[in-house]
Each structure stands twice: as structure tokens, then as C-alpha cells.
């Protein structure tokens, strides 16, 4: 699961999502993209941000597709 098939699975826009777990717009592309990391504070808002919305996601959820693109 990558940080776009979480947003895209709660059905939000860039904008909307980076608004709900207290980023912006431009940091949301750079995760998506893979120029930046996501920080442990952001992953565990997403975390928590999806939870409000009814969809389990963990950090591993959130960290293995990095992991998969650097092997």
C-alpha cells in the first residue's frame, strides 16, 4: 500500500488529504513522488487520519512500498 493508494482509497484529493493529516498540498506530491520521505509524526497522522475515515492503516502499510522501490 502506498501512500497514493491510501489517499486514493479514502476518495480524496491531494488538497483534502494533505489538509487532514496537517501538511501541504506540495509535501503530499513530494511522498507520493518519492522526493521525500515521510516522516514517523506524518505517517502516524495518516494513521490516525484514516482510522477517522474507517480504513486500517500501519506504518508498515505506509513504509513497505518504500522499502520495494529501494531493493
Do not use: W
Amino acid at each position: 500500500m502506498s501512500i497514493v493508494s491510501i489517499r486514493k482509497g479514502l476518495g480524496l484529493s491531494q488538497a483534502e488529504f494533505a489538509t487532514g493529516i496537517g501538511v501541504t498540498q506540495g509535501n503530499v506530491s513530494h511522498y507520493e513522488c518519492g522526493r521525500q520521505q515521510i516522516p514517523p509524526d506524518v505517517a502516524a497522522r495518516v494513521i490516525s487520519f484514516a482510522k477517522s475515515r474507517g480504513v486500517e492503516v500501519t506504518f508498515d502499510d505506509i513504509y513497505a512500498s518504500l522499502a520495494e522501490k529501494a531493493a
